[in-house]
């Protein structure tokens, strides 16, 4: 489980429980935990759900409840538990078009050039899906609709443009 090692008051079965209990989400659903922070008072915890081939997908409140359940037996009644769902949704990804991507770029202020330095692309292969004479691929469109949800998602941060700009994902 990433983030695992910020809670060092476990025991060894606590830690056993964890890792077993992410393990068969996992393994038939397809969902995932990572605990973002931890302090004497308060636990962060991410969790997310990835395409599986049961195609049942579990809403934001499902997760939240599934992840308090796994949860709420390994922390200390001290800790309150804070979770950060991130609900599977395919259908938005599916329909994102390049109408999107201009969309995206006028709202957030990105140039193409500034697209070429955030994603280390070939400025002419962008260019083309730019002027519509390349349809977007499956992996450019999920390329671009992610860097934008991470971009969007970001709390008071405004884009770093420079080539230097690595994304944390």
Known sequence: MKGIEMLPFLTKEQKELLETSERNYKRFARVYFQILSISENEAIVKVWQLENQAKRYLSEKELIDRTKAVF????PES???HVRPVAFDRVELNNFSITDVEVKMNRLGLKPKDLVHLLNINKSQLSLILNKERGLTKSSKAMLYYMFKYI???PGREPDISPEVVLKV
């Not at 709420?72 to 922390?75: F, H, P």
Request: hydrophobic letters at 40%.
């Open 152 to 154: 969007e998602n970001e």
């Open 72 to 75: 709420e037996r390994i922390l």
């Open 79 to 81: 800790v309150q538990l």
